[in-house]
């Protein structure tokens, strides 16, 4: 099942996607009133999903989606955004030849924060910041969502933590990593677009093996896949979870494929007008066009 996060008559409402993915039904018109997909994670149990997807496909009046203004399916996160840095070899050995450094061994995960204003939905327009940096780049991750507070979770429990999954686009001011600083770099206004929507996590089997992409303006650039990560969401929420606890809701962004502007030679990087299309198997698709703004 499909969720998605929208403005629909002047309000900010949660709703089901149909299957024909072109149509969305409001869940408080199926009885269920959850005010924020935050609400309807925190609140919500595998039957109450169950219900909500099989009321759902018999309901009669759905809405078209032409009719309403995607938002990010977790506008507000419940936290920063915990990021993994380097989490695929090619990336990694990518990164170092671009900072021209000597490729190093991955022996233990790179966690980090980003920091988030408020995530932009699909069709959202990504500030270029052009007035002060001439670096933004892109990312395209899985991102995993928490389904119940996390906590000494162990490896063979995470699953049963994960409530679905969305494509994040881990946008960066690459020259803002001084000293190898990622809060700044990772945390400017308008950098986490998020969508389009989320898939529950029933829907995609575990590990998620899902074809990843990137392409700028039609150009590709990134074409991985989630099986290449280094720390899966195993390791990674049950190594985090042993010294602190992850609550429901938060959204973990779980590393860029190789393919970034870093890493090209020579480097290219974002600019206004450029649209930025990322794509994942079984979720879909999350475009945004970079504007000075
Ligand atoms: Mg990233």
Redesign the pocket.
Known sequence: MKLLTCRFQGKEIVAVLTPDERHMIPLSDLGYQYETMNDLIRQSSPLVLQEIRRTALQWPAAVELQEVQLMAPIPHPVRDIV???LNYRAHADEMSAALKERPTERIWPIFFGKAVDYCRGTGEDIPSHSDFISTLDY?C?LGAILWKDARKVPPEKVSEYIFGYTILN?I?GRELSRHKQNYFM?SLDGSCPLGPWIVTADEISYPPQLAIRLSVNGEPRQNGNTRDMIFDITQIVSELSRGMTLPAGTII?T??PTGIGFGMDPPVFLKDGDVVTCEIEGIGVLVNTVRDI
């Open positions: 990021c993994m840095g990312e991750e881990d960066t990772k962004a590393g860029s």
